[in-house]
């Protein structure tokens, strides 16, 4: 990615602005430095490092929050107002990125910034799973009504029942330990430590599922939603995705309410759900067809055609209740996240609240005061040594350890890089407080580079350690239309991943009006199909020539998915990679994932990785919602003004809620005569 700096004055009124600071210092070298103080404004004047989901969430909310705030960002242009583009001048983006139905603060925050959700998001679509062997199964949308409103995970089993081309039925009900175990996972603390030690593969094969559905199907899910296979995945961390597919999907009747009161079938129409469900199921039971082509499909271990034809009917014909649609996702209907969301949002909080951003800055270090000398701090350890355990504890729970009170961060250096090449050190000074929403990468420069951090914050220092996930973006412009099943597919199995996972996108389904058609040709002639693909643990594949994987892709495992892209030729192409920038949540990595409060007082944390104690979020795992919602409670952390905020995500089905329960309860009972979990330890 080219590295330059666009200055352009965002606000009218001079409250804010996307700069970079005045009246430089030479260096040696040519360099130049400059230092921000504080002026006379008298708002406490905090720095949000990281322009992701997380800094953005944690600058509006500071702003919200009367504070006068600074964003810092290594790209050239955070606010979204100067999109990437290719050599070309054709618009690219690293990564495909979906929306959840359940991101209700990312929702909220388009109803805020006046947006139309229609004209910001596609549909909720379909996604193809593709191996070597063809069609493996169709993701459904739930919201689209036509399946049933059962208690999960009876809900599920039916919508899919049919959308499974090969996996056997004896495969699939394999998954029940598993169920079990995601029931298990939040027990109590201690049992989460135990499942986040464990890997992924190992518990699917204590929890006795089979290999053919791990590899056909769960391998290939936590690789395009973990980014890592089963065997490099925290078990614990791959049950918090895997529940959004098997148990979240929540019950809400047409005309009900959303999430909440209302019981099982929630609010309203409740009676009438029951009848119009149960009087379809009875017909269903008196079809001996359907009875007897089901027990044919078990005999041979997959569905015939005429069973997969009478399951579709019965999921057709159930339509009583609104969807379950905790899974069903979405994707931005034109252009850009960061031109639809982030551009429209840094413009709000410049205009209004005067945010100042700097692009082109790679934060170097951060300033402690009140940091004690090496004499006193020695013969403070050995004072309080017998509290280290309970500072270990605080720390992992995300609540700061009272030895810490006076030390706070005051100050950020950072090195600018211009458009021309030029590159100018800079500090800002007089902090109030900072935020840190950065990744793996981001987070070690700044420890490494910031001594008295990583001696005052232990944490930060186990965080800096961990790894990151490398990804391949790549962006294809075809001379033909390629029509495909759904927009959304993903690439499973396939040797020339060399153990990536895939996707691919189909841009001119998602994003088909004419403006958003012309947006993607960047103002050439539109000839075909604009291809967006996603290769995830590339390691193995990052030493390719950009012309070797665009190859793999239009030569190799696009034509093997769908065969009409065998006939298309590549008019243009864009290649991205993104080194270790995706969190790797290995097994017993949680212990290690930066808490969103540090030792620190004034330091906080933001991003999808960080530990949120007792603010934690119902959001897991690689999430755009998480990572927004931690910088909204990172915000609310420091304690600068009134709390905003944070909607929580919709919470279980009661009989999941109960299941957890009973099993606490069960396992609790049994712990006290000396017996513990078979599974985990």
């Known amino acids: 990615?080219?590295?330059?700096?666009?200055?352009?004055?965002?606000?009218?009124?001079?409250?804010?602005?996307?700069?970079?600071?005045?009246?430089?210092?030479?260096?040696?070298?040519?360099?130049?430095?400059?230092?921000?103080?504080?002026?006379?404004?008298?708002?406490?004047?905090?720095?949000?490092?990281?322009?992701?989901?997380?800094?953005?969430?944690?600058?509006?909310?500071?702003?919200?929050?009367?504070?006068?705030?600074t964003l810092l960002d290594a790209l050239p242009d955070p606010t979204g107002a100067t999109p990437l583009r290719s050599a070309s001048g054709k618009p690219v983006e690293n990564g495909v990125r979906g929306f959840w139905k359940d991101y209700p603060n990312i929702n909220a925050l388009v109803d805020e910034l006046g947006l139309d959700a229609s004209e910001v998001f596609t549909p909720f679509t379909n996604s193809s799973f593709y191996s070597p062997d063809g069609l493996e199964a169709t993701a459904p949308v739930f919201s689209e009504g036509k399946y049933a409103t059962l208690p999960s995970p009876l809900g599920q089993m039916l919508a899919t029942f049919p959308l499974f081309e090969r996996l056997p039925l004896a495969d699939r009900a394999s998954i029940a330990?598993?169920?079990?175990?995601?029931?298990?996972?939040?027990?109590?603390?201690?049992?989460?430590?135990a499942y986040d030690r464990m890997s992924a593969h190992d518990l699917f094969i204590r929890m006795g599922l089979t290999k053919r559905l791990v590899d056909d199907f769960l391998r290939p899910t936590l690789l395009v939603g973990l980014f890592k296979p089963p065997e490099e995945l925290s078990a614990a961390v791959a049950m918090e995705l895997l529940y959004y597919y098997a148990l979240a999907h929540q019950v809400t009747p047409r005309g009900g309410g959303r999430g909440g009161g209302g019981g099982f079938l929630g609010r309203g129409q409740g009676r009438c759900c029951t009848r119009a469900r149960t009087g379809v199921l009875a017909k269903t039971r008196r079809s001996a067809r359907a009875r007897e082509a089901v027990r044919r499909a078990r005999r041979r271990g997959g569905l015939t055609p005429r069973a997969r034809a009478c399951a579709r009917a019965l999921c057709s014909r159930l339509t009583a209740c609104a969807p379950q649609d905790s899974f069903d996702v979405r994707w931005i209907g034109k252009k850009s996240i960061s031109e639809l969301l982030i551009a429209p949002l840094a413009r709000t909080l410049v205009e209004q609240h005067g945010l100042t951003v700097m692009g082109g800055c790679y934060v170097q270090s951060l300033q402690l005061n009140g940091v004690?000398?090496?004499?006193?701090r020695r013969a403070r350890r050995t004072a309080d040594s017998l509290g280290d355990a309970r500072d270990?504890?605080?720390?992992?729970?995300?609540?700061?350890?009272?030895?810490?009170?006076?030390?706070?961060?005051?100050?950020?250096?950072?090195?600018?890089?211009?458009?021309?090449?030029?590159?100018?050190?800079?500090?800002?000074?007089?902090?109030?407080?900072?935020?840190?929403?950065?990744?793996?990468?981001?987070?070690?420069?700044?420890?490494?580079?910031?001594?008295?951090?990583a001696r005052e914050c232990p944490e930060l220092a186990a965080a800096a350690s961990l790894s990151g996930i490398d990804v391949v973006s790549v962006r294809l412009w075809l001379d033909r239309v390629i029509p495909t099943r759904t927009p959304a597919n993903v690439l499973s199995r396939f040797p020339g991943l060399r153990g990536a996972g895939g996707t691919f996108f189909m841009l001119d389904q998602l994003q088909c009006s004419d403006e958003a058609i012309a947006h993607n040709w960047g103002g050439d002639p539109a000839q075909g199909s604009v291809v967006a693909c996603d290769l995830y643990n590339a390691g193995a594949l990052l030493a390719l020539s950009d012309d070797d994987i665009v190859e793999l892709l239009i030569g190799e495992l696009l034509p093997a998915a769908v065969p009409e892209f065998g006939a298309a030729s590549v008019v243009d192409a864009w290649v991205g990679r993104s080194l270790g920038a995706v969190s790797w949540f290995a097994p017993g990595s949680f212990a290690l994932r930066p808490p969103l409060q540090t030792s620190v007082p004034n330091l906080v944390c933001?991003?999808?990785?960080?530990?949120?104690?007792?603010?934690?979020?119902?959001?897991?795992?690689?999430?755009?919602?998480?990572?927004?919602?931690?910088g909204l409670q990172a915000a609310n952390a420091l304690g600068l003004g009134a709390e905003v905020p944070v909607k929580q995500v919709r919470p279980a089905e009661p009989q999941v809620a109960l299941g957890r329960a009973l099993n606490k309860g069960v396992m609790g009972a049994l712990s006290a005569f000396g017996l513990a979990s078979p599974w985990v330890r």
């Open 1 to 69: 990615m080219q590295r330059c700096v666009a200055l352009l004055a965002l606000s009218a009124s001079g409250a804010g602005a996307y700069v970079t600071p005045e009246s430089p210092r030479p260096l040696r070298g040519g360099r130049q430095s400059r230092v921000l103080a504080s002026s006379p404004d008298a708002r406490p004047h905090v720095a949000v490092v990281g322009g992701g989901w997380g800094g953005w969430g944690a600058a509006k909310a500071l702003c919200e929050q009367g504070c006068r705030v």
């Open 177 to 193: 330990g598993l169920l079990y175990a995601i029931l298990d996972l939040d027990r109590d603390e201690a049992t989460f430590a």
């Open 372 to 376: 004690v000398p090496s004499a006193a």
């Open 392 to 453: 270990a504890l605080e720390r992992s729970a995300g609540t700061p350890p009272a030895g810490g009170a006076g030390i706070r961060v005051c100050g950020v250096r950072y090195i600018e890089q211009g458009a021309a090449g030029t590159v100018s050190r800079g500090e800002l000074t007089d902090l109030s407080a900072v935020v840190l929403a950065l990744g793996v990468k981001g987070m070690r420069a700044v420890v490494q580079g910031s001594p008295d951090v």
């Open 606 to 630: 933001a991003g999808d990785w960080v530990r949120m104690g007792r603010r934690e979020h119902g959001a897991k795992g690689l999430c755009q919602e998480r990572a927004f919602a931690s």
